[in-house]
């Protein structure tokens, strides 16, 4: 089991940053794939950036240049910084882990924390 912990979500104007954290209850260098997933209502969740164990990030379109994926392996942490943010990015943000154990795929997802950007 992985217990995933968001914090960082607010209210920004748009143009603005923020920094979504996400802190794993084990080591995240034992968890495969590491993310952010972001959903609306009415809307599907959607891939926002990945990270693996090995430092190899993947991104959405909407989200290249602006949101950089990153992680601290000694604090069981990844980080989402998302910088010149618009209006469309508001959504709730997902913090998801992915581990192969036993050559079985575990999916692990976050509470969620709510990302608003005004006009």
């Known amino acids: 089991q992985v217990q995933l912990v968001e914090s960082g979500g607010g209210l920004v104007q748009a143009g603005g940053s923020l920094r979504l954290s996400c802190t794993a209850s084990?080591?995240?260098?034992?968890?495969?794939?590491m993310g952010w997933y972001r959903q609306t209502p009415g809307n599907q969740r959607d891939m926002v950036a990945t990270i693996t164990s090995s430092g190899g990030t993947n991104y959405a379109d909407s989200v290249k240049g602006r949101f950089t994926i990153s992680k601290d392996n000694a604090k069981n942490t990844v980080y989402l910084q998302m910088n010149s943010l618009k209006p469309e990015d508001t959504a709730v943000y997902y913090c998801n882990a992915q581990r192969v154990q036993f050559g079985s795929w575990n999916n692990y997802w976050g509470q969620g924390t709510q990302v608003t950007v005004s006009s």
């Open positions: 084990r080591s995240i260098s034992t968890i495969t794939v």
